[in-house]
């Protein structure tokens, strides 16, 4: 699994993003904010960015574990194009899911990837895509190519 450096310092009203290990949603990050530190040791208790509860205010979740949480993650720099293999992240159902490059497009407009959860191959925007978090043998930041 994925986690949190041993070292990451976490503190309240800070940004992070969370592995999420709900049905569906495995294996994807979503982002949510620190409101304090949970009654468990080295957890976190959160509240959801973009998922809401049945009432529609933001979703919130107590004790969180440390290892589940992350940095927020940069954007893509300017430019940026993965290349054929890389290991990427793209947004779908308010979520980040980690994937990989199996075909490039002309345009630079969109990426197909293969989505590390289902082995489904689909496109996406580039814009809806970034560098993988925790992959850095992947393509370096690069301009696009006309």
């Known amino acids: 699994m994925v986690q949190a450096s041993a070292k990451a310092k976490f503190k309240n009203n800070m940004a992070v993003e969370v592995l999420n290990d709900t049905d569906g949603f495995e294996w994807s990050w979503t982002t949510a904010k ?9 957890s976190f208790n959160l509240e959801y960015a973009l998922f809401e509860d049945g009432k529609g205010k933001p979703l919130k979740e107590k004790d969180v574990p ?26 779908e159902d308010d979520c980040w899911w980690e994937s990989q490059v199996t075909k490039e497009e002309k345009s630079k407009n969109k990426v197909k990837v ?6 489904e191959e689909k496109f996406f925007k580039i814009k809806d895509a970034r560098p993988c978090a925790w992959d850095t043998s992947s393509t370096p930041a690069k301009a696009k190519r006309k």
């Open 34 to 42: 620190i409101v304090s530190a949970g009654k468990k040791a080295d």
């Open 66 to 91: 440390k290892k589940r949480l992350r940095a927020v993650a940069k954007a893509a720099p300017k430019g940026w194009y993965p290349a054929l293999g890389d290991k990427i992240e793209v947004a």
């Open 114 to 119: 293969m989505l590390r959860v289902s082995d």
